[in-house]
């Protein structure tokens, strides 16, 4: 008889299943941005020098550039879950080599591992896997930060020493799990999103009771690639879970100039 997996962890990786895969999926609907705290506290002004659709306009046209603009890059990632609760604390690591080939290819090679088996198999190993199957452009139009998909409002503008000054809340205009909604701040000048602060639409569990997102991007060359993702579950039973995926060693591989000067024109024509 096989019994590899004891039926009560089995039920625990169920709980992370379902609350994991919901926060990475999270930092798929945001295109090449990025993020750096601010060395100092910003300073916040009452009168943002552009108005609430001038700032969404020209994140969208500029996350349509980057995107269309990235042809191929490859980097590393290190994907670390910790679990503390019942039945004990678990903690599970994972490496991987990425290769990204424009519009919808995304190449993944384990390179270490370490931890429980079931927790490596059944949930890092399953959320790359889901990240593969969400390039494909359905999922992708679904998630992305548009007007389509979200609703912007309270805009507020925070002089902040890295740029990122301009402070969004989101919400979805649909109840999906792939979709977040919290607060998003975005560039001054790159006009990406350097930071995100969220929770999921829509609950992907009943035995999840609340997931936080921390999502953090910085900038390669042209472009703003996703830096750092923490995600913390709390789970009905009483245990927490935290994901936590490191994003590093990025090389552009090709890639096209990106025209910002006409974007920035026209956007802030008229203010």
């Avoid at 306009?57 to 980057?66: F, K, S």
Wanted: net charge positive; glycine share 4%.
């Amino acid at each position: 008889m096989n019994l590899s997996v004891p039926a009560q962890p089995y039920k625990i990786v169920e709980i992370f299943r379902y609350s994991l895969l919901a926060a990475l999926l999270l930092s798929l609907n945001v295109y090449p941005f990025r993020e750096m705290f601010a060395a100092t506290a910003p300073v916040k002004s009452s009168v943002p020098p552009m108005t609430l659709s001038q700032v969404v306009d020209t994140l969208v046209a500029r996350n349509v550039e980057r995107a269309r603009d990235l042809e191929s890059y490859r980097g590393q990632r290190t994907y670390t879950l910790v679990y503390h609760g019942f039945p004990g604390d678990l903690r599970a690591t994972m490496a991987v080599d990425v290769n990204y080939e424009a519009p919808d290819t995304k190449e993944f090679k384990v390179t270490s591992e370490s931890g429980p088996r079931f927790l490596v198999d059944r949930v890092l190993k399953r959320l790359v896997k889901t990240e593969t199957d969400a390039q494909r452009d359905a999922t992708r139009k679904a998630v992305d930060l548009n007007e389509k998909n979200y609703n912007f409002s309270d805009l507020e503008y925070e002089s902040a020493a890295d740029g990122c000054s301009y402070v969004v809340t989101v919400e979805p205009r649909k109840p999906n799990k792939y979709l977040y909604r919290g607060k998003i701040w975005i560039n001054d000048r790159d006009f990406a999103v350097c930071r995100i602060q969220a929770q999921p639409a829509k609950n992907p569990s009943f035995w999840i009771t609340s997931t936080s997102i921390a999502q953090t991007y910085e900038k390669v060359g042209e472009f703003w690639l996703p830096q750092k993702n923490k995600s913390v579950s709390n789970i009905r039973l009483g245990g927490r879970a935290t994901l936590t995926i490191q994003y590093q060693d990025y090389k552009l591989l090709a890639q096209h100039a990106v025209p910002t000067h006409a974007l920035l024109s026209s956007a802030t024509a008229g203010r």
